[in-house]
């Protein structure tokens, strides 16, 4: 692959996150919501894996690409209806994602793989879709789970406990050690829960 098809791809993934109606102010500056996400996405992967290769770094950023297009809205507001969201959101993602590195000029080899990993398929038999939800994790667990939290002030330690205990099982053993080792920062409120689901 040339280092040109990758520039392009990331530039085409970014413009499309730019559009963006949603926004978050980081460090003083106003974000589209998902650009955000996406480059702390990367940020996170160059920590966490620094020698990923092309295939994983496009799929961490695209992960949730133009992800305000398919609302939760959209469907029941049910447990059913969270899992057909969920699995069209990942369907809309892979697709778009395929899109984008057709353009930047990738092969279908190459364009076939970043979907799968995009569309969250084969966690179990495919390492670059556990490394995707790894990076996913711990994106949540530095900077979005105290926006959560305080969304959620009815939950109880109880709920937390569970909510924290189903991330931390979708983490590799790698990313819990990552973690563990304190790479990762946990925000100051959740802190001592976390500490308590990590064995």
Request: glycine fraction near 4%; charged fraction near 30%; proline fraction near 5%.
């Amino acid at each position: 692959m040339t280092h040109h098809c990758f520039d392009t791809a990331v530039t085409l993934i970014d413009a499309a996150n730019r559009k963006d109606p949603n926004t978050e102010v980081s460090d003083g500056k106003n974000w589209p919501k998902e650009l955000l996400y996406a480059h702390r996405m990367s940020e996170m992967l160059e920590r966490f894996v620094p020698e990923a290769d092309e295939a994983i770094k496009l799929a961490v950023r695209a992960q949730h690409i133009q992800r305000w297009k398919s609302p939760r809205s959209d469907y029941p507001m049910n447990r059913k209806g969270y899992h057909q969201w969920r699995n069209a959101l990942c369907k809309f993602h892979a697709d778009k994602t395929a899109q984008l590195l057709e353009r930047a000029g990738y092969n279908q080899t190459f364009i076939t793989h970043v979907k799968q990993v995009v569309g969250k398929q084969s966690l179990k038999t495919n390492p670059d879709t556990q490394m995707l939800e790894d990076v996913a994790g711990l994106v949540f667990l530095e900077h979005y789970l105290a926006g959560f939290a305080a969304d959620h002030p009815e939950y109880d330690e109880t709920k937390w406990h569970d909510i924290i205990h189903r991330i931390w099982n979708k983490l590799s053993e790698k990313a819990r050690r990552f973690v563990q080792a304190g790479h990762v920062k946990l925000p100051k409120s959740e802190r001592r829960l976390i500490k308590k689901v990590m064995p």
